[in-house]
Nanobody, 117 residues
């Protein structure tokens, strides 16, 4: 049973924008950090942005100034606003919740983002 459901992926031209959403379906993660990872073909899954419960948000250096993470605790949703998208942002984006160590304990199914140059 899915606990995290992502949406908002798609295909855009370079310079375009997309907003990803991740819903905590069962409202299980209100006390946890949540965020986004991405995995490009043939590459490892990497952290894009994370919003911890009590500390500052974290961003991959390559997306700083272009991506913004936010969280609506009333709706149990975490968003990733992606502006000025580049071809190198093309990947499957995964929502995660509740880190233990370096990786989240819970994952969504992923949503594809494709940016054409």
């Amino acid at each position: 049973q899915e606990l995290l459901v992502e949406s908002g992926g798609g295909s855009v031209e370079g310079g375009g924008s997309l907003t990803l959403s991740c819903v905590d379906i069962q409202s299980r993660f209100s006390l946890c950090g949540m965020g986004w990872y991405r995995q490009a073909p043939g590459k490892e899954r990497v952290l894009v942005s994370w919003t911890p419960k009590y500390t500052e948000d974290i961003y991959l250096e390559a997306v700083k100034g272009r991506f913004t993470i936010s969280r609506d605790n009333t709706k149990n949703v975490v968003y990733l606003q992606m502006n000025n998208l580049k071809a190198e942002d093309t990947a499957v984006y995964y929502c995660g919740a509740c880190k233990q160590g370096n990786l989240p304990n819970y994952w969504g199914q992923g949503t594809q983002v494709t940016v054409s140059s």
